[in-house]
Structure formats: structure tokens, C-alpha cells
């Protein structure tokens, strides 16, 4: 691009002198009442081949020039809007690109702005492309953008699920859909956008904005998904100024959040007062792997942001369940000390300061367009064996705090940079002739060179020709895919596929491809005539022509069947172990007699419905059930009638509770019943009324081995947190209770207490 005789280069030269980009503004109307609100201004060029905004941008990418390129659109921008005299009560869209994000000058258009005769409103729209690129620079922008006063919109939402589930992180003033929203028969996926742009726009109070419009019945449709301003040729095309026969009116934004958590750790969001827990290591692994098991069943709309101390605490099996969140969720990052900024392929990461208050919290934070969650820790210090050393936590659902705690996280993410090669149309590095492909050097040769020497498997393969040949391969390609060069030039890469390869792996390729994306995969391949399998670890890079058209793809791969097989077989070892943990946990929680949990377990349940009752409106009850006149049936017909009484009575007692209720056996006669989500007002009057009802149920007669026999049972309440905020001393008053209503029931049933 720096030879000015290229018409190329010489257009973008001309384009980035003074005047030489001007604005467009085509209308963005509010649909109930058709008053124009607001306009968007769209670059164009001078006059020649990169008049075309998507032309000039690809250019300036490929010269190294885009900051300029979009410093000089957002220039003409605001003085195209003066100008024109799109001033308040009209606000003007200005896009920028995600790559100059967090550095794009602002004090010239605060100039060009603060000469304006009357206020000049702006929305800075921001692309997807930017949201897993560079997270950080993103968040940094939308408070920059805050600071000044100007509102922020994210553009073509509904592309792709990663824009969903930055929505809360961004809380934007104005969601744009994308145009294919209202142009498109209605499915399953424009259903899941609009769920949570609705939820969004609900909460916020977000404006929506349907782009496309272009006919009544896109009108009708954009209504329908809940847009309230639109934009698109029904109402007119871009032109150099305000469009004719249209009124003007105020858009009103909701205004973003307040305050900053870029400067923040995760564990500092928690808002003051907020009741903090202590706990062993052990418990927070098993809160942390509930939470991305969570993020798992969220699927794509998801981000989830972690933190692990040290690099030394990721370990294999963590790693093993962070690629599952990868490949199933909308973004993942994992920060720890010495942690790489890319543990895995798709993984993010950042490089921590020594002083960064990171290094010493463990945080799990989820985050859905429905679901917000984040496990909160910080280390105490203590010595001792690694899953004893003790944290302060919390565990949290307040979404505020969520998305506050996930900003902390995303806003130390270093940016993704894309392995794109951008190729001058002028000196292709890989040219083909029909039939028989054959590789061309580039200008000197160093460039295949490199590729030959490398010890990495390389193809390119020309996305011009009709089945995406290959057109180059390395030695090293050679020996993994076990051909000759001369038995795949010319071939799609689909030959090392067998019926065994993973059709969803193979499916993301090829939709990265159409996108024109990076990606990577693990695959597995065969080699050579024996189609022996092996396992591809695969790096594909799109190749740029000057015009920013995606030509080639190269493609990095190694061999890593060792690795994936000791992979499958840690798994499989994970799974017997679980298997056999999983039956182990089970005898230590339930009673062998009645298959009910035992106290142990229920304590554990127990503990954490106060906790949801600390935080939420609902309360609990804790029931105390002791049997009266079971010694009787014990002494009388013998422990194995006994048995199965008790069998029977803890069906009867299930039986009367609703499913979200508790029920244990504390052990001999005694059971504890926890009655979960009562309100306050009337807890305790509802806790009498189903303790009476369990009473009535017991006392019927029930006939085993051809003998009726029947007992009673006295059961005594506690009630959180008038009783008791603790298990423990729950318990003890629901005892009390209960032997209050057996000393009065006593002399009526003539038995006392048959504990055993």
C-alpha cells in the first residue's frame, strides 16, 4: 500500500486528507408516532474504487492506516451533523471501529461538538466484532463515551449469541437489531434474540432499534419483536442532510450506570454490609463446579470470568471442564498469577500486576440475559493442607453485583489478536492453474520458505476456486496426512475426514469459514491409505486481499492424538471415580433403613435455604416429628414390624409435604420435615396447620403382616428466623417444641418417647 502509483493506495491517500471523507445520514424514526429522532452517519470515500465505506476500510486495515481511517469518518461525522444543523433535539450515530477502540481521540470531535450553535447528541455505536476481540478496550470505551455525556448503542445484535450475553456488561442506551430480525421468517433463533433483548430493554429500559426496514411488512415486524424506533429505505435512504417531509422529536435514552469497575477487584463489588461466610477450600470447588455447570445448561448466551490464584491451581481436570465451557458457552476468561493470557485455545486470559487484588480471590461469575450468579472469595491466609487453607466468600444472585463482579474480570482481558494476513491483489503469495495448482513464490521467496521449514503441518487452500482446493503443503503436512503433495493439491481438505469425525467440529469450521473468521478445532483425521485415525489439532486464518476479501485460508496443525487419548482416559478414570464417590456420598447422606437423607444432609439443605432466605422475601420452617406409642409396636411385634412401620410412616409423611419440602430421619423414631418458601406473614400458622395434618396422617391405621397397628406422633416448629438463624439452633427449639406437645399429649396417648 505505500506504492502511490497502486490506484489503491492513491485513493486511500486521497481519503485521509483534510476533506476528503465526507457523511451521509440516513433517518432513524420513532415507529408509533414517525418523527424522526435521530440520524446515523455513514462514511463515504472520494470518488473512485474506495468510495464504498466496507472498500476503504478494508484497504486501510491493510496498510496498517485504520486508526486515521476511522479518527477522520467520526471528524466528518460531527462536522457534517453541524453542518446540517442535526442538532438537539435530534442525536446523530457515529460508529467506531472495535480495533482503535480504547484509543480513539476524542478531544477534536469535543471540539467540533462544543462549536456547534446548539447541543450536539451522540450515540457512539459499537459492533459486535468488538465484544470477544478486546473486552477490555471495550469497556473502557462505553465509560469514556459515559464520561462525556454521549450514549452507546451495540449495532447488529442477533448475528451472533456472544452480543446477547454482553448485553448486561454493556448495558447500551440502544439495541440495534439486526436487519435480518425483520426481513427473516421468524425460528427458533430470532425467538431466543428477542427473549433476551426484551429482558434486557425491560430491566433497563434500553431502547430498540430494528434496522431493515424496508416495506410495511417489515414495519409490522419490527412492532412485533418490540422495536419502538426503526431505520431502513421505508423511510428514507442516506442523504447529505435532514430528510425532506419528516418531523423532528427528542429520543430519550435511559442513561448508563454509574461508577466504574475497571480499577476493581470481583471480591470489592460486593456492595457494604453484604454478609460474608468462611469456608475450607473443599466447599468452594463444589459451589464453583455448580456454577459452570450452570453455564453449561446456558449454552451460548453465557459469559463466564474466573480467577485461580495461582497458574499452579488450574489443573489438568480443570482444564478438561474450562474446554467443555469454551466450546459451549459465549466467552470464557480464566486470570490467575503466571497464567497464560491463553491457558487453552479459546480460553482468555491477562497478564496480572504483582499488586493486582486478583492474585488473591477465587471468583466464579456467570452471566446470562436470565441467569446471574458469581461465587465471591477471598484468601485468609492460612497454611496447611491446600483444601484446608480457608476463604471469605460470598455466593451471590444480585445481578448488579454480577455484572459489576464480570466487568472487574473482562476489563483485565488482553485482546484476541486475529492471525489475519493481509495479500496486495498485486503479489499473490499462492496462485493456481486450472486442473494443476501449483505454488508460486512471493516476492522473495521468504514466506514459503518459512511455511516449507516449519515443523508444524501448513496448507493454503484458494477460496476463489470452486471447492476450496488446496494449492500448498508443507513437508510436514505431507507426513501427517500421509500423501504426497502431489495427491492433495487440487483436493478439499474433506479427505482426511472419515464417518467417525465429529460433524458438529466439522459444522463450526465451516461456519467460521463463511464468516471469514479464525477458528480452532480438534478433529479426528485419518492418514494415509490405511486411514489410520489420528487427532488434528487445527488453527485456520483467513488471508486478506487488499479489498478486504477473504481469498485463502492457512491452515496450522499438529498431531495430538497422545494428548487426547490421555485425555479420554483421565476421563474415563474421572467418571469411575465419580461413579464410585457418587455412591460413596450417597451412604454417608441417606438413611439405609428408609432411603430419606439423613441429618447431615438435610443440615447441609437447610443451610442453604437461610442463606436464600437472608437475600430473598420467603422464610422457613424446621419441624420436629417424634412418634408416640412406637416402643409398643417394637416390643410387641419385634424390630424387623418395626422396621417397615417406620418404612411406611416416612412414605406417609413424603406424601403430605410438597415437592420442594424436606424430610429426614434423625434416626430411631424421630424425623425433621423443613417446609421451604413460606412467607413471613404467616409461617408459623401454616407450619401448625401442616404439623396437625402430619399428625392426623400418622395417627391413621396401617395393617403389616396381617396386623393393624397405629402410633402418633407429636411435632414441634421452629421458625427462621424468630426461632433461630442458625441449623443448629433451629433444631434445638423445634426439640423443645416437640417435647412440649408430647408432655401434654402424653397422658392421652400413654406412651412416651420410643427413641431407640
Request: hydrophobic share 45%; charged share 25%; proline share 7%.
Amino acid at each position: 500500500m505505500k506504492d502511490f502509483g497502486d490506484p489503491t493506495a492513491r485513493a486511500l491517500a486521497d481519503a485521509l486528507l483534510p476533506g476528503g471523507i465526507h457523511s451521509v445520514f440516513q433517518p432513524i424514526v420513532e415507529l408509533d408516532t414517525g418523527r424522526v429522532v435521530a440520524y446515523e452517519a455513514l462514511a463515504r470515500g472520494p470518488r473512485g474504487p474506495l468510495e464504498r465505506p466496507d472498500l476503504m476500510f478494508a484497504a486501510a486495515r491493510s496498510a496498517g492506516r485504520l486508526a486515521e481511517l476511522d479518527e477522520a469518518c467520526r471528524s466528518a461525522a460531527f462536522r457534517g451533523a453541524v453542518e446540517h444543523g442535526l442538532l438537539a433535539p435530534l442525536t446523530v450515530f457515529v460508529n467506531v471501529e472495535p480495533e482503535v477502540l480504547d484509543s480513539a481521540p476524542l478531544d477534536d470531535l469535543l471540539a467540533i461538538a462544543e462549536s456547534a450553535p446548539r447541543e450536539l447528541r451522540v450515540v457512539l455505536e459499537i459492533t459486535e466484532r468488538a465484544l470477544a476481540a478486546r473486552p477490555a478496550e471495550l469497556l473502557r470505551t462505553v465509560e469514556r463515551v459515559r464520561a462525556l455525556g454521549w450514549g452507546v448503542a451495540v449495532d447488529d445484535v442477533g448475528t451472533d449469541s456472544m452480543s446477547l450475553a454482553f448485553l448486561p456488561l454493556l448495558a447500551p442506551d440502544v439495541i440495534k437489531l439486526d436487519l435480518r430480525l425483520v426481513q427473516e421468517r421468524p425460528g427458533p433463533a430470532i425467538a431466543e434474540i428477542m427473549n433476551a433483548v426484551n429482558a434486557h430493554a425491560e430491566r433497563t429500559g434500553a431502547v430498540v432499534l430494528a434496522e431493515g426496514i424496508e416495506t410495511e411488512e417489515h414495519l409490522a415486524t419490527a412492532r412485533a419483536l418490540g422495536a419502538t424506533l426503526g431505520q431502513g429505505w421505508y423511510f428514507g435512504r442516506p442523504g447529505p442532510g435532514p430528510a425532506p417531509g419528516l418531523v423532528a422529536g427528542e429520543l430519550v435514552l435511559p442513561g448508563g450506570p454509574p461508577g466504574s469497575t475497571t480499577d476493581v477487584s470481583p471480591f470489592a463489588c460486593l456492595p457494604g454490609g453484604f454478609p460474608l461466610r468462611r469456608s475450607a477450600k473443599s466447599l468452594l470447588i463444589e459451589l464453583s463446579k455448580q456454577l459452570e455447570r450452570e453455564a453449561l445448561r446456558l449454552g451460548d448466551t453465557c459469559v463466564v470470568a474466573a480467577t485461580f490464584q495461582e497458574a499452579r491451581h488450574f489443573t489438568p481436570s480443570t482444564g478438561l471442564r474450562y474446554r467443555d465451557l469454551v466450546e459451549r458457552t459465549a466467552f470464557v476468561c480464566a486470570l490467575g498469577e503466571d497464567l497464560a493470557v491463553e491457558p487453552l485455545p479459546g480460553l482468555r486470559g491477562a497478564t496480572l500486576g504483582a499488586d493486582d487484588p486478583v492474585r488473591g480471590e477465587w471468583d466464579v461469575v456467570v452471566l446470562s440475559p436470565h441467569f446471574s450468579a458469581a461465587l465471591l472469595a477471598r484468601d485468609l491466609g492460612d497454611g496447611g493442607p491446600d483444601l484446608e487453607r480457608t476463604f471469605e466468600y460470598a455466593l451471590t444472585y444480585d445481578r448488579d453485583t454480577v455484572v459489576r463482579a464480570a466487568a472487574a474480570l473482562l476489563s483485565r482481558v488482553a485482546p484476541r489478536h486475529t492471525a489475519v494476513i493481509a495479500v496486495p491483489p498485486t503479489h499473490p503469495v499462492v496462485v493456481a492453474r486450472p486442473h494443476r495448482p501449483v505454488v508460486a513464490p512471493d516476492a522473495d521467496g521468504l514466506l514459503h520458505r518459512a511455511l516449507a521449514a516449519t515443523t508444524s503441518g501448513v496448507t493454503i487452500s484458494d477460496l476463489r476456486q470452486p471447492d476450496q482446493p488446496l494449492v500448498f503443503v508443507n513437508d510436514a503436512f505431507e507426513q501427517l496426512a500421509g500423501l504426497s503433495r502431489d495427491d492433495v493439491l487440487g483436493r478439499n481438505c474433506r479427505f482426511l475426514q472419515g464417518p467417525d469425525t465429529d460433524p458438529a467440529a466439522i459444522a463450526r469450521i465451516r461456519s467460521a469459514i463463511d464468516r471469514g473468521e479464525e477458528c480452532r478445532e480438534t478433529v479426528l483425521n485419518h492418514r494415509g491409505p490405511e486411514r489410520t485415525p489420528w487427532w488434528n489439532e487445527i488453527h485456520l486464518a483467513p488471508v486478506l486481499d487488499a479489498e478486504g476479501t477473504v481469498v485463502q485460508y492457512i491452515g496450522v496443525q499438529h498431531d495430538v492424538t497422545a494428548r487426547v487419548e490421555a485425555e479420554r482416559a483421565l476421563l474415563q478414570e474421572r467418571d469411575r471415580n465419580a461413579i464410585c464417590l457418587a455412591r460413596i456420598e450417597e451412604l454417608a447422606y441417606t438413611d439405609p433403613l428408609t432411603g430419606l437423607p439423613n441429618r447431615r444432609r438435610l443440615e447441609e439443605q437447610v443451610e442453604t435455604a437461610i442463606w436464600d432466605a437472608r437475600t430473598g422475601r420467603d422464610t422457613l420452617a424446621l419441624m420436629f416429628v417424634d412418634l408416640n406409642g412406637f416402643k409398643a409396636v417394637n416390643d410387641r411385634f419385634g424390630h424387623a414390624v418395626g422396621d417397615e412401620l417406620l418404612q411406611t410412616v416416612a412414605r406417609t409423611l413424603r406424601g403430605r409435604l410438597r415437592r420442594g419440602d424436606l424430610l429426614a430421619r434423625l434416626g430411631g423414631d424421630e424425623f425433621l420435615v423443613a417446609l421451604l418458601g413460606l412467607d413471613p406473614e404467616s409461617a408459623a400458622e401454616e407450619a401448625r396447620r401442616v404439623a396437625d395434618d402430619l399428625s392426623a396422617a400418622v395417627r391413621l391405621p396401617v395393617v403389616l403382616r396381617g396386623q393393624e397397628m397405629s402410633v402418633g406422633a407429636s411435632v414441634g416448629i421452629a421458625v427462621y428466623p424468630r426461632d433461630g438463624e442458625e441449623f443448629t439452633t433451629l433444631l434445638h427449639n423445634a426439640d423443645l417444641s416437640m417435647y412440649a406437645h408430647k408432655t401434654a399429649d402424653a397422658p392421652a396417648a400413654g406412651q412416651g418417647s420410643g427413641r431407640r
